[in-house]
């Protein structure tokens, strides 16, 4: 089901779908049964995932905090440090990028570092934090804004519209489009101005069905740059 969200996306953007894999589920040693994977009993088999597949460079847990594992409180900085300390440890051996999407708190942020959910533990643990607001002056128009990065110097941030475009089998399906319009607002001007109305662009767009897209891949959660089927066992 998941692979049938994303592939219309991907495919609008253009994107080479035999570069992306996804991973469904992990086969529990101890029953055999599938289970959803987390991060804090499956990192190795992630690992070994990678290996299989080679040439990975990215990542992607969309959200993270489905993927810490049972037991674990996002909202405690002891829990969450147990985890992604060891991720850390693990891109670093791999070489490849983790990037990990946290969707904000229901309650309006004053600072951006408190608009990621959960613990601040998030926040110390990466090298780079993003922020995605609505353009406060221009209803159409979304911006990735820098909220930390221990890579580079300061950085202004990016604005990008949502387009739509049809792909297999007619489906109407969104992409971002990133334009070269400057950006003059920072994270926390942009939190402190009122909140527009929801973009115009997301108001058009067409909800999707999975039972409309023809049958593919259903493989969850590792991005990899070949289209293989093999799963961790």
């Given at each position: 089901?998941?692979?049938?969200?994303?592939?219309?996306?991907?495919?609008?953007?253009?994107?080479?779908?035999?570069?992306?894999?996804?991973?469904?589920a992990i086969?529990?040693?101890?029953?055999?049964?599938?289970?959803?994977?987390?991060?804090?009993?499956?990192?190795?088999?992630?690992?070994?995932?990678?290996?299989?597949y080679g040439?990975?460079?990215?990542?992607?847990?969309?959200?993270?905090?489905?993927?810490?594992?049972?037991?674990?409180?996002?909202?405690?900085?002891?829990?969450?440090?147990?985890?992604?300390?060891?991720?850390?440890?693990?891109?670093?051996?791999?070489?490849?990028?983790?990037?990990?999407?946290?969707?904000?708190?229901?309650?309006?942020?004053?600072?951006?570092?408190?608009?990621?959910?959960?613990?601040?533990?998030?926040?110390?643990?990466?090298?780079?934090?993003l922020l995605?607001?609505?353009?406060?002056?221009?209803?159409?128009?979304?911006?990735?804004?820098?909220?930390?990065?221990?890579?580079?110097?300061?950085?202004?941030?990016?604005?990008?519209?949502?387009?739509?475009?049809?792909?297999?089998?007619?489906?109407?399906?969104?992409?971002?489009?990133?334009?070269?319009?400057?950006?003059?607002?920072?994270?926390?001007?942009?939190?402190?101005?009122?909140?527009?109305?929801?973009?115009?662009?997301?108001?058009?767009?067409?909800?999707?069905?999975?039972?409309?897209?023809?049958?593919?891949?259903?493989?969850?959660?590792?991005?990899?740059?070949?289209?293989?089927?093999?799963?961790?066992?």
């Amino acid at each position: 089901m998941i692979w049938k969200r994303r592939r219309p996306r991907l495919e609008a953007a253009g994107a080479d779908l035999n570069r992306v894999e996804v991973l469904e589920a992990i086969h529990d040693e101890k029953n055999g049964a599938k289970r959803s994977f987390n991060l804090k009993d499956d990192l190795d088999k992630l690992e070994t995932a990678i290996a299989d597949y080679g040439d990975v460079v990215l990542v992607t847990l969309d959200p993270i905090t489905s993927y810490l594992g049972r037991g674990v409180d996002s909202h405690q900085s002891a829990d969450v440090r147990a985890v992604l300390e060891p991720l850390a440890s693990f891109s670093e051996r791999t070489g490849v990028a983790v990037l990990a999407v946290s969707h904000p708190p229901k309650a309006p942020q004053a600072k951006p570092i408190n608009s990621i959910t959960g613990s601040l533990a998030f926040v110390a643990a990466a090298r780079v934090v993003l922020l995605v607001v609505a353009d406060p002056d221009d209803d159409d128009r979304s911006l990735l804004l820098p909220v930390k990065n221990n890579l580079s110097g300061a950085a202004e941030g990016m604005g990008y519209r949502l387009v739509q475009r049809p792909i297999t089998g007619g489906i109407i399906a969104s992409h971002v489009h990133w334009d070269t319009e400057p950006v003059n607002v920072s994270a926390s001007e942009a939190l402190r101005r009122p909140t527009p109305a929801l973009p115009r662009s997301l108001k058009r767009l067409r909800p999707f069905s999975g039972s409309s897209y023809p049958a593919g891949r259903r493989r969850p959660m590792l991005s990899s740059p070949r289209g293989r089927h093999g799963r961790p066992q």
